[in-house]
C-alpha cells in the first residue's frame, strides 16, 4: 500500500499523493527584507544603549574630574531620560509628517550633535546642553524604532522582528561598558570625554544606512499612496496573499473604501493629519482603547520601576558595594552587559513561538526572585562588613547577573513588542509616545534619585523596594494583558475591552473565527 498514490479512480502508481485538506500549512520562511529592515530601523536603539552603557563607568570619571557632589552625578546620568520626554512627545507628529524613516534619520543627526557636544564639555553647564540635546535624540529613536518595526513586520515574525530595538539597546549598552574598560587607562580629562563623543560614530552610519529602507507602508497608505504601500506589502510579507489581506486592513482602518485601487487616492482629512487623535485617545476613549493605553502605559511604567536602571547604570556602585575591588570593577559591569545581551536571544527567538504573555510572566517573576536574593545578600553583606563573607558577595554577584538576566529575556524587549501592536492605526503614533513618555520619566527618577535612595534604606532595602514593585507588575500582567502572538495589527482592538474578563472575550473570539471557518477575528469590537 505504501507504494501507491491517490489517482482520481483509487489507488495507482508509486507514491502517495498529499491530501490538501489534512496537511498542515508550510511554514513561511524568515522573509529577508522584513529582516533588514527591521535590523536598519532598529540599530538607532544603540544610541540609548550606548549612552546607559558608558554612562555607568564614565560617571566615576566626571565626578572626579568636574569635582561634582552625589547628587549631580545623579542628575547628569538620569537627566536624558526625562529630556528624552520632548524627543518622544514630538516624534509621534514628526513621523506622522515626514514618515517613519525621515524620523529615524533625524534622531541619528541629533544624536551625532550631542555626542560632539558632551565629548567637547568644558565643565559641567556644557555637559548639560549635550545631555539635552542627546536626549532629544533618544526619544525620537526609542517611539519611532519599535513603531516602524511593527508596521513593516508580517504577523508571523512581528514578536521576532520587534524585539531588535531592545537587542541593540543591549549591544550598545555592551559597547559603552566596553567603551569604559578600554579608555579607562587614559588621562581621567581626556578618558570620559572619548567615551562620550565617540558615541558620534555610529550615528553618521545610521543616518546613511537607514535611506536604504522603504517608508512603512501603514505611514504610505495614510498619506493616500496605495500604490507605494503595496509594493513595500509586496516585499514584507509571507505571501501575496498576506500582503492584499494587509493592505485591505490598512484601508480599512484609514478609511479609504475597499474598491478604491488607484496607486494614489484622497484620503479622509481625520486619518491622515491626526485631527481627534488626543480625544479619541485619553478625552474619549472606546473600552477597547482605554484598555489598550492602560495595557501600553502599564508594562512602561513596571519595566522601568522594577529597577533596571539602577542596576545597568550603578552596576559600579553595587558591585563596589558587594566588596568587589575597584580594579575588577568595570570588568564585572562587562560581565553584566555580556549577559544582558545574551538573554535577549532567549526573547527574540522565542516571543512567536511561546507568546508575549508567558515570557512576560517568567520573566517577571525571576526578576522578584532574583531582586528578593539581590536585596538579602546586600543588607547582610552591609550588616557583617567586618567578616566579607564570600558567600554573600557571591550571591550579589550572581543575582545581578540573574536579574538583568530574566529582564532581557521578556521584560525588557516585549514591553516594546506589545506597546507598538496594541494601538489603533490612528492613534498608534501618539499612544506609542505615550508609552514611551513613562518609559523615559521613570527612568529618569529611578536614575536621578537611586544614590538618595540607598542611602536613606540602604542599598539592599532599596532592592527589596524595587521587588515589590515587581510583584505588583507581575499581578498586572496575569489580570491586564492578552496574548498578541499571531494577531494582525488591525485585529488588535478586537483582543481589548474586556479588562479583567479578556481572557473569556479572548475564548469567545477565538470560538467565532473557528465558526466562521477563516480564522480571521472581526474588528471593531466593543467590549462593555
Not at 479622509?268 to 473600552?287: A, F, I, M, N, Q
Not at 554573600?392 to 540573574?402: F, I, K, M, R, Y
Not at 466562521?516 to 477575528?521: A, F, I, L, R, S
Amino acid at each position: 500500500m505504501a507504494d501507491r498514490k491517490y489517482g482520481e479512480n483509487g489507488f495507482s502508481g508509486e507514491t502517495p499523493t498529499p491530501i490538501p485538506a489534512f496537511d498542515p500549512p508550510p511554514k513561511p520562511k524568515r522573509n529577508k527584507f522584513a529582516f533588514a529592515c527591521a535590523v536598519l530601523a532598529s540599530m538607532t536603539s544603540i544610541l540609548l544603549g550606548y549612552d546607559i552603557g558608558v554612562m555607568s563607568g564614565a560617571g566615576i570619571f566626571i565626578k572626579e574630574d568636574l569635582k561634582i557632589s552625589d547628587v549631580q552625578l545623579e542628575i547628569v546620568m538620569g537627566v536624558l531620560n526625562l529630556y528624552s520626554l520632548l524627543g518622544s512627545a514630538a516624534a509621534g507628529r514628526t513621523s506622522d509628517w515626514i514618515g517613519r524613516r525621515y524620523t529615524i534619520v533625524l534622531a541619528s543627526v541629533i544624536f551625532f550633535a550631542g555626542s560632539l557636544l558632551m565629548g567637547f564639555a568644558v565643565n559641567y553647564a556644557f555637559l548639560m546642553v549635550g545631555r539635552f540635546v542627546a536626549g532629544i535624540a533618544v526619544g525620537y529613536a526609542l517611539m519611532i524604532a519599535p513603531v516602524y518595526t511593527a508596521e513593516v513586520s508580517p504577523a508571523s515574525s512581528r514578536g521576532f522582528l520587534t524585539s531588535f530595538p531592545e537587542v541593540f539597546i543591549n549591544i550598545g549598552i555592551l559597547l559603552g561598558y566596553v567603551s569604559n574598560v578600554a579608555l579607562s587607562k587614559l588621562p581621567t580629562h581626556l578618558g570620559w570625554r572619548l567615551m562620550l563623543g565617540i558615541g558620534a560614530i555610529p550615528a553618521v552610519f545610521l543616518a546613511i544606512a537607514v535611506l536604504a529602507m522603504p517608508e512603512s507602508p501603514r505611514w504610505l497608505v495614510l498619506q493616500g499612496r496605495l500604490g507605494d504601500a503595496k509594493k513595500v506589502l509586496d516585499k514584507t510579507s509571507d505571501s501575496k496573499q498576506e500582503s492584499q489581506v494587509r493592505l485591505a486592513d490598512i484601508k480599512d482602518a484609514a478609511g479609504i473604501p475597499p474598491e478604491c485601487h488607484d496607486d494614489v487616492v484622497q484620503v479622509p482629512k481625520c486619518s491622515s493629519h491626526g485631527e481627534g487623535v488626543w480625544k479619541d485617545l485619553l478625552l474619549r476613549p472606546t473600552p477597547a482603547v482605554r484598555h489598550i493605553l492602560i495595557a501600553g502605559v502599564g508594562i512602561h511604567f513596571f519595566q522601568q520601576t522594577s529597577g533596571i536602571d539602577a542596576v545597568v547604570l550603578y552596576s559600579p556602585k553595587i558591585f563596589e558595594k558587594a566588596g568587589i575591588s575597584k580594579s575588577h570593577l568595570l570588568l564585572a559591569t562587562v560581565a553584566v552587559g555580556f549577559i544582558k545581551t545574551l538573554s535577549i536571544l532567549v526573547a527574540t527567538f522565542f516571543v512567536d513561538r511561546v507568546g508575549r504573555r508567558k515570557l512576560l510572566l517568567v520573566s517577571v517573576g525571576g526578576m522578584i526572585v532574583s531582586l528578593a536574593s539581590l536585596g538579602t545578600s546586600l543588607m547582610v553583606i552591609d550588616r557583617f562588613k567586618e567578616d566579607k563573607l564570600v558567600w554573600a558577595v557571591a550571591l550579589a554577584v550572581v543575582s545581578v547577573l540573574a536579574f538583568v538576566a530574566m529582564f532581557s529575556m521578556g521584560l525588557g524587549p516585549i514591553a516594546w513588542i506589545y506597546s507598538s501592536e496594541i494601538f489603533p492605526l490612528r492613534l498608534r503614533a501618539q499612544g506609542t509616545g505615550i508609552g514611551v513618555g513613562v518609559n523615559r520619566v521613570m527612568s529618569g527618577v529611578i536614575s536621578m534619585t537611586f544614590i538618595s535612595l540607598y542611602k536613606a534604606v540602604t542599598i539592599g532595602g532599596a532592592f527589596l523596594l524595587f521587588m515589590a514593585v515587581a510583584v505588583v507588575g507581575w499581578l498586572f500582567i496575569y489580570l491586564l494583558l492578552p496574548e498578541t502572538r499571531g494577531k494582525t495589527l488591525e485585529e488588535m482592538q478586537s483582543l481589548f475591552g474586556g479588562f479583567f474578563r479578556w481572557s473569556s472575550t479572548t475564548r469567545e473570539l477565538e470560538k467565532n473565527a473557528d465558526g466562521n471557518g477563516n480564522g480571521q477575528v472581526q474588528l471593531g469590537v466593543n467590549h462593555g
